[in-house]
């Protein structure tokens, strides 16, 4: 999963801005009235899924360069917002102001601040960075289509950081547990 993590968050900033501008101008350009509900649900999820690919890959890449990584447990929260946007589309739910759009909207800031704070953490010097460089990082990651090209240095910093290995407790003998 790291290499395909890798390939994606490594990936050139101008092929994401491309496929999100182009999801984008497809909403528009395609949603009508007479839309089947499964093209209307795929348009909506379309921008959401590549931005949350897109999250998730960075996450994956700066976990690996992070002095203490955090598990993945939470990595499945990436598919939370393109599948509600999905399931709303299909089923015709409202997502302006209502209770699908406050899901979507959680599950997307939870997902981003947890890749913004993993690139600045495996970024900075110490591993400690500054709620700004953080809140810096959300917003440019939010706004993918420029954060693409703003924060590419720092994930590709991110990504060429030497895997963390974890240690084989069985290979080497323990001093307290020989006898």
């Known amino acids: 999963m790291f290499q395909v993590a890798r390939q ?3 990936g050139h900033p101008a092929a994401l801005t491309v496929v999100l501008l182009v999801c984008f101008a497809a909403q528009f350009a395609l949603t009508s009235p007479t839309a089947p509900p499964i093209a209307k649900g795929a348009l909506m999820a379309a921008p959401i899924g590549v931005m949350c690919c897109w999250w998730w890959a960075v996450l994956v ?5 992070v002095r203490e990584p955090g598990s993945n447990r939470w990595d499945w929260l990436f598919v939370v917002p393109p599948l509600l ?13 209502s209770p699908v759009a406050f899901a979507i909207f959680a599950a997307l800031f939870v997902g981003l601040t947890m890749s913004a704070k993993t690139l600045e953490k495996a970024d900075a010097p110490d591993g400690n960075p500054s709620v700004g460089r953080m809140l810096a990082t959300f917003l440019l990651m939010y706004f993918a289509p420029i954060g693409a090209w703003v924060l590419r240095s720092k994930i590709i ?23």
């Open 8 to 10: 994606v968050a490594r």
């Open 157 to 179: 910093r991110a990504s060429e950081q030497p895997p963390l290995v974890d240690q084989d407790l069985t290979s080497a003998p323990h001093p307290e547990l020989t006898f």
């Open 85 to 97: 946007a999905l399931t709303a589309g299909v089923s015709g739910w409202p997502t302006e102001n």
């Open 61 to 65: 890449v700066a976990r690996n360069g």
